[in-house]
C-alpha cells in the first residue's frame, strides 16, 4: 500500500488481464494499538501512508480508466473510528477519518461520470486486525482484543457489505452496538466521550 509509485503499474496490469475494471474494493490498511504520548512520530507516519496515502495512489491510478468507461465504483473500507474516536487508535482514527473526506470529494466531482463511491465503516469484525495492530515502537501487538474476538463473524460482514454495495450506499456502518457511537457522536458527543473513556478499548 506504501508503493505509491507502481500504483499506476499495478493497474495496468490489472486491465491487462481483464480488459477493464467495474469495481476497486479498498480493503487494505493497518491498525493501531498505543496511546498517542507513547507513540513515535514513524508510526504516525506508517499509518497514513499505508491507511489513507496508499488508499488515494490506487484510487487515483484507476480514475481515469473509470472516467474512460464513464463507469465505475470505489468501494472503501475505513472503519467506525473514521467516524469517532477511541484511546489507542490516534493515528489510525485520523486516516480513517482523512478517507471519509477524500472518497465524499470524490463522488461529488465525479457523479456525472457515473462513478459511485460507497464509503463500509466497520465496527469489531472478527479478523486478525488487532493481532497485526501497530504499537508504538511500530511492532505489532501479535495479540487479539475481547472485542475484536466477539465480534461479527467475517461471512455476516461480508453479506451486509455487498448488500451496501448492491443498494449504492453512501455510507454504511456494520457491527453490533458500537455502531451506537455514530449516532451518539452526532447527537450527544459528551455522552460518547465518557462512554467509550469507561468501555474496554483494548
Excluded at 68 to 93: E, Q
Amino acid at each position: 500500500m506504501a508503493d505509491f509509485n507502481n500504483a499506476k503499474k499495478h493497474v495496468v496490469k490489472a486491465i491487462s488481464f481483464f480488459g477493464k475494471i467495474d469495481v476497486l474494493i479498498n480493503n487494505g490498511g493497518v491498525s493501531q494499538r498505543s496511546l498517542l504520548v507513547d507513540t513515535d512520530f514513524e508510526v504516525d507516519k506508517k499509518l497514513i501512508e499505508v491507511d489513507y496515502l496508499g488508499t488515494v495512489a490506487i484510487t487515483k491510478a484507476l480514475l481515469p480508466h473509470f472516467i474512460s468507461n464513464r463507469k465505475g465504483r470505489f468501494v472503501t473500507i475505513t472503519s467506525l473510528m473514521g467516524k469517532f474516536g477511541s484511546p489507542y487508535r490516534s493515528g489510525y482514527c485520523g486516516a480513517k477519518h482523512a478517507l471519509h473526506g477524500f472518497f465524499d470529494v470524490l463522488r461529488m466531482e465525479h457523479q456525472k461520470d457515473n462513478i459511485n463511491v460507497t464509503i463500509i465503516c466497520p465496527g469489531f469484525i472478527q479478523t486478525n486486525v488487532a493481532v497485526n495492530a501497530l504499537t508504538g515502537d511500530g511492532s505489532k501487538q501479535k495479540s487479539n482484543d475481547q472485542a475484536t474476538l466477539n465480534g461479527m463473524p467475517v461471512s455476516v460482514f461480508a453479506r451486509k457489505l455487498v448488500k451496501a454495495v448492491e443498494s449504492n450506499s453512501f455510507e454504511s456502518y456494520i457491527g453490533g452496538k458500537e455502531v451506537l457511537g455514530i449516532y451518539l457522536k452526532r447527537f450527544f458527543p459528551k455522552l460518547l466521550h465518557r462512554l467509550v473513556l469507561k468501555s474496554q478499548v483494548r
